[in-house]
């Protein structure tokens, strides 16, 4: 463990935790200008925060200890997910103690206590928030994991820092595995982020709400973290897919602190590419029936496996 | 002189032997059979535990004790296989005997002392198939173990339910032992010598080696419940008392892997690859199968029970990659894996027992074993309900729990087929690895629909309200085994070298040094390629968690205020419109509706004042299998019962034509 890879992981965190609502914010900001709104300040969502957690916090009637320590475990399994995730270096010494396995387990850690806590209070909207988010996770989780293993059979290793070192350093060739990988990442990211086609994350319309099912009950700090959780898992998830599928100019492990700050930059601009077309697949779709969901994930977790085993047969 | 852990052994078998017949002389005296002989029982676990892990890695011995029937004296050997098994085997034991201590009552099914006899005899018998070094004893112990643990299921016998759970596993053990027994007799290959230490050093042709193995699958996964002969488990469970599902799920089924481990890597020399193709599927199909079912169950035990049949597919499709990788040479891969497969042997043991014992602390608190009746549990049960959550964020294979460990190596394992030389086994392994990620996607499922609708929501009955926490001796029992749950998943890597000696006994190489970096650091082959640290997961996790909390509370405030739940606007909401059990599988049942038999819906009418909606599932299997072959045995019954006239004169024309016909043919 270096001092320089010590002070990579903790810049990458605190810049994760930082920008990580400025990236919904943005989100909102060019879905509003798609669909000729006038758009909220970019900086919204940080106002949000600051809002909630100045508020008094109200806890309902017989909620017990795990619907009150719930947000600070998820935040926590985000923030972790965040020090893994290469975004600006791979020179994480953290990430030697969980690859990528390790990270989908932080996200049915932070899934398996959101649902517990939405099921905490006894009304009927948690359990069935709860019911959902556990349903689109049974497929999402393991077509994350399968794309996840496509990287890992062309790398030759699950660890996410010597995937994206293996993939940003390699000659320019198509990976046809990489193509079907990337194509079930973004569908898998949507239904994981509570985006369009699965959820809708600006309606607390009872028939379609999952994310938002879960969380009714909170208030005040608890939501704030919630809230900056989400955030933080929205950043995950591009993080990874910018880590898997563009891992260019993230600073390898030799390159010093420079190429490091260097990387900020290049990420941010990224980042606002990538949000910007989150925007627009928002737009262009309509949200599905909840019973349309098991096709589209079990589509994306179909489209894993192919790459898994188109990597097996072209052997890239 | 210090005696022998052989010795040791043979004493503990004893000493339980003596507990079991102490039982028998006061058998209604409830008072001493839970204050005196099941914490004896306990003590001698924990013996028998420290032995076994003792034994692990020490070189084997044997000896010869002159029981039994003339000319076949009873052979015992202990190795690091039987030595792993007796540790497994003796540290559930003693969380389950402590447990029971404070756990059966006086009831109207078999007295106490009864119980305590069956119970110990059960245990003696577990450890005496350990290590049983011929194929006599080994049949006397299995069978002592069937029929022990048969009395067990059926301890509430008066209620007609449960006395045919308990025939359905008789019958099934029954065919399983069949099949083993056949199988020791393809094993000694003619020489008419029974004993394992003839049996290793027989080479028998190929085609009577892969009939042995099957045998030995087909045997020894009646007992695990490897499909299609899973189906005494979701009935037996259910029927049996907690401590007795607990015993049977954490330390029976494990005594199945133990003999197709022992059969397949020491008495059978030489494996071939397609043993372990079929091992895999048949494994991942009991996995899937049984994840699938699990979340439809209504029932607490019947759904634990179908997590054990997926978590033994876990096991077997593991067993079937180590053959794989062992019949292509690659030493190093196969040890890896069968780590992996022991590893996940030893967690399942301990959550899963864990959770049975807290299904039974639930059960005698609120006297419901349906889902549909319970909730909110975790405010009257405090102990029982965090300890539990331990349980079922390991069985959900969360880090840095325990599951998450062997489900992480079996995957690493995966990850590392692609050096197989063949492309056929290479094109399995991605569709091998989704069905079990699937699997463990689908068990976080129904781990949270488990404690979601028991310990969480509001009380669904009136009367949960009068539920009590365990007692002194449950909880304990519960401590214990969530301490193991979190011991075992923080320290892999000592773990792992502790199961190293087996890697060199079964596979002939070892696997510890390249599986872990330092005592930190679990890294399989290569830092490179992979690595995990539970401890520093866990310290960074609880580290980000309490630091966030402290600069929340610091920097803003901790005031709370408590209200009653959000109404969203209708006023007259009820515990019952909660998510029942059958309510939260449902996505499940209609995403895999084609899997299931729906047997009964009963859907309420518009005009119930109190609806109640329940759906029963079967599965097809029972009637596509088994009832054909019940059909089949009462018609040969029926038309065999013909011959039974009842007069005495016909019986007598039967005697007399037997014995012309004899007269004919003996002549």
Same mark, same amino acid.
């Given at each position: ?5 010590f ?8 810049i ?10 943005w989100?909102?900001?060019c ?19 600051r809002?909630?957690?100045a508020?008094?916090?109200?806890v309902?009637e017989?909620?017990s200890?795990?619907f009150?320590?719930?947000p600070?475990i998820?935040?926590?399994?985000m923030?972790?997910?965040a020090a893994i ?20 387990g ?28 556990m ?14 293993f496509t990287?890992?059979l062309?790398?030759?290793?699950t ?16 990976y ?7 194509v079930a990442?973004t ?8 985006r369009?086609p699965v959820d809708?994350?600006a309606?607390?319309?009872e028939?379609?709400?999952?994310h938002e099912?879960m969380?009714l ?11 900056w959780? =989400? @955030?933080l898992? !929205?950043?995950?998830?591009?993080? #990874? *897919?910018? $880590? &898997?599928?563009?891992?260019i100019?993230?600073a390898? /492990?030799?390159d010093?602190w420079?190429?490091?700050?260097? =990387? @900020?930059p290049? !990420?941010?601009?990224?980042?606002? #590419? *990538?949000? $910007? &077309? ?6 262009l779709? /309509?949200?599905?029936?909840i019973f ?6 079990g589509?994306a977790?179909l489209?894993a496996?192919? *790459?898994?085993l188109?990597n097996?047969?072209?052997?890239s | 002189?210090?005696p022998?852990p ?6 503990a ?12 002389l006061?058998p209604?005296d ?7 002989l099941?914490?004896?029982g306990a003590?001698?676990a924990v ?5 076994g ?5 020490k070189?084997?011995q ?10 076949l004296?009873?052979?015992l050997?202990i190795?690091?296989?039987s ?11 003693a969380a389950?005997?402590?447990f029971s201590?404070?756990?059966?009552r006086?009831?109207?099914g078999t ?9 110990h005899?059960?245990l ?8 049983a ?16 643990s048969y009395?067990?299921v059926?301890?509430e016998?008066?209620i ?8 359905l596993?008789?019958?099934i ?5 069949i099949?083993i027994?056949l199988c020791?007799?393809?094993l000694?290959?003619?020489s008419?010598?029974?004993?394992f ?7 028998l ?7 042995a193995?099957?045998?030995a699958?087909?045997?020894?996964g009646?007992?695990?419940g490897?499909?299609p ?5 979701p009935?037996?469970h259910?029927?049996?008392p907690?401590?007795?599902s ?11 892997i133990?003999?197709l ?10 494996q071939?690859?397609w ?8 494994g ?26 997926e978590n033994i597919g876990?096991?077997?499709?593991g067993i079937?990659?180590v053959?794989?990788f ?14 992996a ?14 959770l049975?014992?807290a ?5 005698h608190a609120t ?6 009746r ?21 069985i ?9 460990v ?21 094109m ?5 690895a989704?069905a ?12 949270v629909?488990?404690?979601g ?16 926490d ?18 075992l998943?923080?320290?892999?890597a000592?773990?792992?070298a ?9 596979i002939?190489?070892?696997?510890a040094?390249?599986l872990?970096?330092?005592?930190l ?12 640290s ?8 609880v580290?980000?968690?309490l630091l966030?909390?402290t600069i929340?509370?610091r920097?803003?405030h ?12 209708f006023?007259?909401?009820t ?15 209609q ?7 729906i047997m009964?819906?009963q859907?309420?009418?518009p ?6 909606y329940?759906v ?5 299997l029972?009637y596509?299998i088994?009832?054909p ?15 039974q ?9 039967y ?8 007269l004919?043919?003996v002549?």
């Amino acid at each position: 463990m270096t001092a320089a890879g010590f002070a990579s992981q903790l810049l990458q965190l605190a810049i994760a935790v930082a920008l990580a609502p400025l990236l919904v914010g943005w989100v909102n900001q060019c879905r509003a200008w798609l669909q000729n709104k006038s758009a909220p300040s970019l900086f919204l969502p940080y106002r949000t925060i600051r809002k909630l957690f100045a508020k008094d916090a109200v806890v309902a009637e017989g909620a017990s200890g795990i619907f009150r320590t719930m947000p600070y475990i998820v935040f926590g399994a985000m923030c972790c997910a965040a020090a893994i995730v290469p975004s600006l270096a791979t020179d994480l010494p953290f990430a030697r103690a969980a690859d990528a396995i390790a990270l989908v387990g932080l996200f049915a850690l932070a899934r398996i206590f959101m649902a517990l806590a939405a099921m905490d209070i006894g009304t009927a909207f948690g359990s069935l928030g709860a019911r959902r988010e556990m349903f689109v996770g049974f497929l999402a989780e393991p077509a994350l994991l399968m794309v996840l293993f496509t990287a890992s059979l062309i790398s030759g290793s699950t660890s996410l820092t010597t995937i994206v070192d293996t993939l940003a350093h390699r000659e320019l060739a198509i990976y046809p595995s990489l193509a079907f990988a990337g194509v079930a990442f973004t569908m898998v990211s949507l239904a994981e982020n509570a985006r369009i086609p699965v959820d809708n994350p600006a309606t607390h319309l009872e028939l379609t709400m999952i994310h938002e099912a879960m969380i009714l009950e909170y208030s005040a700090r608890h939501l704030a973290l919630i809230e900056w959780a =989400a @955030a933080l898992k !929205l950043f995950n998830y591009s993080c #990874i *897919g910018l $880590a &898997l599928f563009f891992p260019i100019g993230i600073a390898a /492990a030799g390159d010093g602190w420079q190429a490091t700050l260097g =990387a @900020a930059p290049l !990420l941010v601009l990224k980042l606002a #590419i *990538g949000g $910007a &077309l989150l925007a627009l697949i928002e737009t262009l779709s /309509a949200k599905m029936r909840i019973f349309r969901a098991p096709e589209f994930l079990g589509t994306a977790f179909l489209l894993a496996v192919l *790459g898994l085993l188109v990597n097996q047969l072209l052997g890239s | 002189m210090m005696p022998t852990p052989l010795q040791l052994v043979i004493a503990a078998i004893a000493a339980w032997l003596a507990i079991g017949a102490l039982g028998l002389l006061r058998p209604r005296d409830l008072r001493f059979v839970s204050r005196f002989l099941f914490p004896a029982g306990a003590a001698v676990a924990v013996a028998l535990a420290i032995v076994g892990g003792y034994a692990v890695g020490k070189l084997p011995q044997s000896t010869v004790l002159p029981l039994g029937l003339p000319d076949l004296p009873f052979h015992l050997r202990i190795d690091s296989l039987s030595a792993f098994f007796l540790l497994l085997l003796g540290a559930t034991a003693a969380a389950i005997s402590l447990f029971s201590s404070g756990y059966f009552r006086s009831s109207d099914g078999t007295p106490p002392g009864l119980v305590a006899m069956q119970y110990h005899a059960f245990l003696a018998a577990m450890a005496l198939v350990l290590i049983a070094d011929d194929a006599y004893v080994f049949m006397v112990a299995w069978e002592a173990m069937a029929l022990a643990s048969y009395f067990l299921v059926t301890t509430e016998h008066r209620i007609p339910e449960i006395r045919r759970a308990g025939f359905l596993y008789l019958v099934i053990a029954h065919i399983g032992a069949i099949a083993i027994l056949l199988c020791f007799a393809v094993l000694q290959g003619g020489s008419g010598d029974y004993t394992f230490g003839s049996m290793r050093s027989m080479i028998l042709p190929g085609a009577w080696s892969s009939i042995a193995f099957f045998l030995a699958l087909t045997g020894f996964g009646a007992k695990a419940g490897i499909l299609p002969l899973h189906i005494w488990l979701p009935e037996a469970h259910p029927a049996a008392p907690s401590p007795v599902s607990a015993l049977m799920s954490g330390a029976m089924l494990k005594m199945a892997i133990y003999g197709l481990l022992r059969v397949t890597f020491e008495l059978l020399n030489g494996q071939l690859w397609w043993w372990g193709v079929v091992a895999l599927t048949l494994g991942l199909v009991t996995a899937l199968f049984g994840a699938v079912f699990a979340a439809v169950q209504s029932d607490m035990k019947r759904l634990l029970a179908y997590s054990s049949i997926e978590n033994i597919g876990i096991i077997v499709a593991g067993i079937g990659l180590v053959i794989l990788f062992k019949s292509y040479g690659k030493s190093l891969l196969a040890g890896i894996t069968l780590t992996a497969v022991l590893y996940h042997v030893l967690n399942h043991a301990f959550y899963k027992s864990l959770l049975f014992l807290a299904t039974g602390s639930v059960l005698h608190a609120t006297k419901e074993r349906s889902l549909g009746r319970l909730g909110g549990l975790i405010h009257r049960m405090p102990w029982v309900a965090w300890l539990a959550l331990v349980g079922t964020l390991a069985i959900s294979g969360i880090p840095p729990l325990n599951g998450f460990v062997s489900e992480w190596l079996l995957l690493q394992a995966f990850l590392f087929t692609p050096s197989l030389p063949q492309t056929f086994v290479n094109m399995l392994v991605p569709i091998a690895a989704a069905a079990l990620v699937l699997t463990a996607a689908l068990t976080a499922y129904v781990m949270v629909k488990f404690y979601g609708v028991v310990f969480l929501g509001r009380p669904r009955e009136p009367n949960l309200a009068y539920a009590k926490d365990a007692g002194r001796y449950e909880r304990s029992a519960l401590c214990y085994l969530a301490t193991g749950c979190v011991l075992l998943g923080v320290l892999p890597a000592n773990v792992t070298a502790f199961i190293d000696p087996i890697n060199l006994m079964l596979i002939g190489a070892s696997a510890a040094p390249r599986l872990a970096g330092n005592w930190l650091f679990l890294a399989p082959i290569d830092a490179d390629r992979s690595s995990y640290s539970a401890l520093i997961v866990l310290v960074v996790i609880v580290g980000v968690v309490l630091l966030t909390m402290t600069i929340v509370r610091r920097l803003y405030h901790g005031r709370v205020r408590i209200a009653p739940a959000w109404d969203c606007g209708f006023p007259l909401q009820t515990p019952r419109m909660q998510d029942t059990a059958e309510g939260f599988g449902q996505p499940i049942r209609q995403v895999f509706e084609p899997f299931f038999r729906i047997m009964q819906r009963q859907l309420p009418t518009p005009f119930d004042s109190a609806p109640r909606y329940s759906v029963r599932i079967d599965d097809h299997l029972w009637y596509w299998i088994y009832a054909p072959i019940v059909r089949g045995a009462e018609w040969i019954a029926r038309t065999a019962g013909r011959v039974q006239q009842g007069r005495i004169s016909v019986y007598l024309t039967y005697s007399f034509c037997t014995l012309l016909a004899l007269l004919f043919f003996v002549r």
